[in-house]
């Protein structure tokens, strides 16, 4: 499962984002994903820099590879890094996938979220 985490600038480095991606994490491996992925911009000049991907290899993701030149934003291209990150076992004989829908009041009430 592809999965995205923005944060606003101007709070950046407390934490939060390391904290949506834990609970971000619950859902897929209640559902039987056994993996998920980010894909993130990349460039160094005003607009990006390195921190996303160092975020995300602080967060278990390691990098897979990269697509030059795909993305378009703030009227330039950039490259496009995929990262991955285990979150089950691949097992021989694999449980199907489990709709969220089927599960959601269960993860909900786990990360303390009332509905």
Known sequence: ??????????????????????????????????????????????????????????MGFRFIGRFERCAYKFGRWYDMAWMQKPIGEHLQNQPAMRPFARFRDEICASAGIKI
């Not at 995205?4 to 834990?22: M, P, R």
């Not at 994490?25 to 005003?46: F, L, M, S, W, Y």
């Open 1 to 58: 499962a592809e999965c995205s985490v923005y944060v606003s600038q101007n709070v950046h480095a407390l934490g939060i984002g390391g904290l949506l991606y834990e609970a971000l994490q619950r859902a897929p491996k209640a559902q039987n994903i056994v993996d998920i992925n980010a894909c993130i911009a990349c460039g160094d000049d005003e607009y990006l820099n390195d921190a996303s991907v160092r975020f995300h290899e602080r």
